[in-house]
């Protein structure tokens, strides 16, 4: 019987690679930010010449202060902030028929150049998107 393998059986070294490779493929989040502050479903459209402008929304369990989107020429590290523009955001509070709550955000960047790549993250200082 050798070279026959019992179905069913995972070699311990396997499970634990999966176990190691499945915690490391959890989002990241930084350890002082809230949960239901972190922007998620993230959607872009647009809202006028989608040549020149980006519309963004997204959603937050609980209610952010000032809420806004930043953009920037995309050029070296994504993540660096310093020329970014601020752009704050409407709000609206959402509560559904089960009495759940939650924060619809947008934006429209506007006046952007076409055939120009450009980065941006929403959210507040509670939290950002990545």
């Given amino acids: 019987m050798f070279g026959q393998r019992a179905r069913g059986y995972l070699p311990p070294f396997v499970f634990l690679a999966c176990l190691c490779l499945s915690a490391a493929a959890a989002p ?72 759940a709550t939650a924060w619809y955000h947008s934006v429209t960047f506007q006046g952007l150049k076409p055939k120009t790549d450009y980065c941006y993250r929403v959210g507040s200082d509670s939290a950002w998107s990545e």
């Fill in 28 to 99: 990241a989040q930084d350890q002082g930010e809230d949960p239901a502050r972190v922007p998620t479903r993230i959607v872009l459209t647009w809202s006028g010449d989608p040549s020149t402008t980006q519309a963004v929304t997204w959603r937050t369990e609980e209610e952010v202060p000032d809420p806004r989107a930043q953009i920037a020429l995309l050029a070296g590290d994504p993540k660096s902030v310093e020329s970014a523009t601020p752009v704050m955001a409407t709000s609206q509070q959402i509560i559904t028929e089960g009495s």
